[in-house]
T-cell receptor, first 113, second 113 residues
């Protein structure tokens, strides 16, 4: 089964600064990767996903992620964060088949004014 | 569509009592997932259904937990008897197919005292 590792439990960053949230996945023949965001007291919402094709994936709210097969990584980036980006971000992956998606432990992004 | 609807939003119960969590997936979605979120373990997949049939229940922690999906528009997660360590936020999610976005409900915060 696919597994994902989020390397940082918390990331503080100043407003308007760039941010990168790191995610590594276990190698597999096929891999499908996702980033979700969870705002306080809310469910998860999809930011972006990689299924195949271009390795640079653009998502909502100005986020993007790059699939790097050689480094088995799928890091999430945003060039300039806003206070409203303060939330918890989850990397998730699937090896296909019956769509069993495994989530990482989550990274709390704290945007500092 | 109103999205995935979970009830109740909050549940406080005494140890030993039966707890039933409810979920209404988005109409037309044929995958339904139950997740549990805790600080210690993050987001765990408990069970998922495809076309009302349980596909993988390997995440169900023990026999005290059971889930049913009697029809395409309703699912329940039952804990009997409940224990304090079951306290968590339980999410239901649904999706329309393989590798498509999973839409999450707002969760049920369960507290067992």
């Amino acid at each position: 089964a696919q597994s994902v590792t989020q390397l940082d439990s918390q990331v503080p960053v100043f407003e308007e600064a760039p941010v990168e949230l790191r995610c590594n996945y276990s190698s597999s023949v096929s891999v499908y990767l996702f980033w979700y965001v969870q705002y306080p007291n809310q469910g998860l919402q999809l930011l972006l996903k990689y299924l195949s094709g271009s390795t640079l994936v653009k998502g909502i709210n100005g986020f993007e992620a790059e699939f790097n097969k050689s480094q088995t990584s799928f890091h999430l980036r945003k060039p300039s964060v806003h206070i409203s980006d303060t939330a918890e971000y989850f990397c998730a992956g699937s090896s296909g088949g019956y769509q069993k998606v495994t989530f990482g432990i989550g990274t709390k992004l704290q945007v500092i004014p | 569509d109103a999205g995935v609807i979970q009830s109740p939003r909050h549940e406080v119960t005494e140890m030993g009592q039966e707890v039933t969590l409810r979920c209404k997936p988005i109409s037309g979605h044929d995958y339904l997932f139950w997740y549990r979120q805790t600080m210690m373990r993050g987001l765990e997949l408990l069970i998922y259904f495809n076309n009302n049939v349980p596909i993988d229940d390997s995440g169900m922690p023990e026999d005290r937990f059971s889930a049913k999906m009697p029809n395409a528009s309703f699912s329940t997660l039952k804990i009997q008897p409940s224990e304090p360590r079951d306290s968590a936020v339980y999410f239901c999610a649904s999706s329309s197919g393989v590798y498509t976005e999973a839409f999450f409900g707002q969760g049920t915060r369960l507290t067992v005292v």
